[in-house]
C-alpha cells in the first residue's frame, strides 16, 4: 500500500503553498523590518529570532510529520482488526518531557544570552547622548553635549553607540527602530536608556512608536537618519546656529511676520526670534507643572529653528517635501502648505489649533520656514 495514493494533490498544494508565501513577503516592501538588522542591538535580538525559528521549524516539521505519516499509514482500512490497546508508556512519557524541556533550556540560553548582549553598551565606546521626549504625538530629541532640540529626525552618526534617555510626562509611548533596535517603553516618571549603534553611514531608518499612546499613536513616526561623523558634525554645527534671519522686504521674512501675528509662538520655539536658547525646550521638570508654557521655555509644539532641514512633518503624517514648496504661486504638491491650511483634517486631534490662515499668509509662512534650514 503506497503512503499516499493520490500524489497529484499534494503536487498541486506544494506549490501553491509557496506561491502563496512569496506573495506575502511582497507586502513587506519598503517598511522596516527587524529582519534587517542594522546595528549590533537589532543583530543580536535577530539572533534570538533566528534561533528560536529555526528550533520551532524542526519541531513542527518533526511532529507535524510524524503525526501527518501516522493519520494516512495507519488509518482505519476496510476490513483492518482493531489496534492493540494499550495504556500509559514510562518511557514515552519521560522521553516527550524531557526532550521538550531541553529544547526550552537551548531557547532560555539564547534568549538570556540576548538580554545581556543589548542591555548596556560595550564599554569604553564613543558615545552620543540624546534624550528623546515623547509627546502626542511626535518625538522631541535634545543633545544634551551641543545643547540642540529637534523633531522627527535623530541624526546621529555611524558606529557610534547613541544612548537615548526616554522621557515622558504624559502617557506610556515605546521607542522602536525596527533594524536597529527593539521596543523600549517610554513611561512618565520611570526613564528608560536605550542604546543602538548604525553601522552604515548614508541610511534612513524608520522609527515608531510601538504602544498604543491615542488617536494618532500611528502617525507618532520618526527617523534616524545616519551620517558620517564629519557629517554629522557639520550638523550639530549647523543646528547649533539660531535661526537664519530672512532678508528684509522678501517673502520670508512677511512669513517672519505672520509667525509673530498668527500666534504660532505660543506654541513653537525659534532660536534667535523666540527663544535664545534651545536649551529651554529640552525636557525639564519645570514643564510637567500644569501651567508651564513659554514662560518656563516650554513649547507645545517642535521647536522649529532648522525645521527646514527636516524631512517629516508632525510625526511623519507628511513629508517635508522642500523640493514642491519652492514656488509661492504653486504649493499645491507642498505639504508643509498642507498642513498649515488644516492640521485637524491632516492629523485629527492634534496639538496644533489654529485659526485658519489665508492662503496669502500660508505662502509666507511656507516661504520662511523653508527658509530655516
Ligand atoms: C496651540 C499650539 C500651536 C500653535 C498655536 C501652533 N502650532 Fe504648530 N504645532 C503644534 C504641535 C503640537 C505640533 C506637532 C503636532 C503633532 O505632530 O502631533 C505642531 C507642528 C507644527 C509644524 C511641523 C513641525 C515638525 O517638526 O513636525 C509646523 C511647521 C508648525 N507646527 C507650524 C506652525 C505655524 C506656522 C503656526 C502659526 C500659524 C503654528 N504652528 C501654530 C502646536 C501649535
Ligand atoms: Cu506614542
Known amino acids: 500500500m503506497p503512503l499516499f495514493r493520490r500524489t497529484k494533490r499534494w503536487l498541486l498544494l506544494v506549490p501553491v503553498m509557496l506561491l502563496s508565501s512569496i506573495l506575502l513577503v511582497a507586502c513587506g516592501e519598503g517598511s522596516p523590518s527587524i529582519i534587517n538588522p542594522a546595528g549590533p542591538v537589532a543583530n543580536s535580538e535577530n539572533g534570538v529570532f533566528v534561533a528560536i525559528l529555526i528550533i520551532a521549524t524542526i519541531v513542527f516539521v518533526a511532529v507535524e510529520g510524524i503525526l501527518i505519516f501516522s493519520m494516512i499509514r495507519f488509518r482505519e482500512r476496510p476490513g483492518s482488526p482493531t489496534p492493540k490497546q494499550l495504556h500509559g508508556n514510562t518511557k514515552v512519557e519521560v522521553a516527550w518531557t524531557v526532550i521538550p524541556a531541553l529544547i526550552l533550556f537551548i531557547v532560555l540560553g539564547y534568549t538570556i544570552r540576548g538580554l545581556f548582549e543589548v542591555a548596556t553598551p560595550p564599554a569604553g565606546e564613543k558615545t552620543l547622548e540624546v534624550t528623546a521626549f515623547a509627546h502626542q504625538w511626535w518625538w522631541e ?143 525639564n521638570p519645570a514643564c510637567d507643572a500644569p501651567n508651564a508654557g513659554p514662560a518656563q521655555g516650554c513649547f507645545t509644539g517642535p521647536n522649529l529653528t532648522h525645521f527646514g532641514s527636516r524631512n517629516f512633518i508632525a510625526g511623519g503624517v507628511l513629508e517635508n517635501n522642500s523640493a514642491q514648496c519652492q514656488d ?29 490662515l489665508t492662503d496669502e499668509q500660508i505662502q509666507q509662512l511656507v516661504a520662511y520656514l523653508e527658509s530655516l534650514k
Open 141 to 283: 530629541f535634545y543633545y544634551p553635549e551641543y545643547n540642540i532640540t529637534t523633531a522627527d529626525s535623530l541624526v546621529v552618526p555611524a558606529n557610534t553607540v547613541v544612548n537615548v534617555s526616554l522621557y515622558s510626562n504624559n502617557v506610556i509611548h515605546s521607542f522602536w527602530v525596527p533594524e536597529l533596535t527593539g521596543k523600549t517603553d517610554v513611561v512618565p516618571g520611570h526613564n528608560n536608556q536605550r542604546w543602538f549603534k548604525a553601522d552604515t553611514p548614508n541610511k534612513t531608518y524608520l522609527g515608531i512608536c510601538a504602544e498604543y499612546c491615542g488617536t494618532q499613536h500611528a502617525n507618532m513616526r520618526f527617523n534616524v537618519v545616519v551620517d558620517e561623523s564629519n557629517d554629522f558634525l557639520a550638523w550639530t554645527h549647523t543646528q547649533q546656529q539660531a535661526a537664519v534671519a530672512p532678508a528684509a522686504g522678501s517673502m520670508a521674512a512677511k512669513g517672519a511676520q505672520v509667525f509673530k501675528d498668527a500666534g504660532c509662538q505660543a506654541c513653537h520655539g525659534i532660536v534667535g526670534v523666540d527663544i535664545t536658547s534651545t536649551k529651554a525646550t529640552n525636557p
Open 328 to 356: 509661492p504661486n504653486n504649493l499645491k504638491d507642498c505639504n508643509l502648505a498642507k498642513w498649515l491650511h488644516d492640521p485637524q483634517g491632516i492629523k485629527p486631534g492634534n496639538d496644533m489649533a489654529i485659526g485658519p
